[in-house]
């Protein structure tokens, strides 16, 4: 039976920082649901709204609808997402894939973690200097120039510029997540981290420190930016593909060792 992907985006952005490696995964013979969270993207949900609730209510109602094995990729904060469903669908979730993404401790969010590194690692704070807040402090934006050196410095000046403008509005409330879990749930779900070396908005010290905080994770590291599955989408797609081999989760017949041509 065919695999399906559910493709969370993270903060600021919306679906379409799947459009890259989608078609890699259709190669690959999953089938693809990419989805743009409440508030986010083309979704309209006033900012008041939007909270980690209303996102688990919106994936869960997404989830409902797919039939057949289901795999959560996730990017960035989306990480916190992902944890959460599988802490409560641990039966349904075949996999989660974290892409630069936010796996963390039980009852600690990424501000906490940041806050512990900061000292040592200032560039932990990445984007977070360069926000434009509305008066109330309730909702922010990236600003284009900070997007492309923080987000997608990596990328050609061309794709780093249309991704920056794609960036919508940020609800705090839909910025600030923190979940908990359990081993018996969430801990039994197979997991890969794909780290990005050269990200500069979940840096690598504090990927590594959720590496270390939250073991068990198969991890692929590639020389990438904070948007591995822009920049590189077919390795990307292929460190997930094998990842999956090993788990049963894939289409091949036979698992496969994870080895990625950075």
């Known amino acids: 039976m065919t695999t399906n992907l559910l493709l969370i985006h993270g903060a600021w952005a919306g679906r379409w920082v ?41 994936l869960s109602e997404q989830i409902a609808n797919i039939e057949g094995p289901l795999v959560i990729v996730s990017h960035s904060g989306a990480g916190v997402l992902a944890t959460a469903l599988a802490e409560a669908m641990p039966e349904r979730i075949q996999a989660v894939v974290y892409i630069a993404g936010m796996m963390l401790p039980s009852g600690i969010g990424f501000g906490d973690l940041t806050a512990e590194l900061e000292a040592d690692h200032p560039e932990v704070t990445g984007i977070n200097p360069y926000l434009l807040w509305n008066e109330d402090h309730s909702v ?29 509005a940020q609800p705090l409330r839909g910025l600030a997540l923190m979940t908990c879990w359990t081993e018996e749930n969430f801990g039994r779900v197979p997991r890969l981290y794909i780290e990005a070396t050269q990200d500069k908005s979940v840096t690598l010290v504090a990927q590594r420190e959720m590496q270390a905080r939250v073991p068990g994770a198969q991890v692929v590291s ?14 990307v797609a292929a460190a997930i593909d094998q990842f999956l081999q090993t788990t049963g989760g894939g289409e091949a017949s036979e698992p496969a060792p994870i080895s990625v041509n950075q």
């Not at 590639?222 to 390795?235: F, I, R, Y």
């Open 18 to 58: 799947w459009q890259k490696i989608t078609p890699e995964f259709a190669r690959l013979g999953y089938r693809v649901h990419a989805v743009d969270l409440p508030g986010n993207g083309v979704d309209n949900t006033p900012a008041g709204e939007v909270n980690i609730d209303t996102y688990l209510w919106y």
């Open 140 to 168: 922010s934006r990236v600003p284009l120039i900070a997007a492309r050196d923080i987000f997608f410095q990596d990328l050609d000046d061309k794709t780093a510029i249309s991704a920056a403008q794609q960036l919508c």
């Open 222 to 235: 590639l020389d990438t930016g904070h948007a591995p599955q822009v920049g590189k989408p077919a390795e």
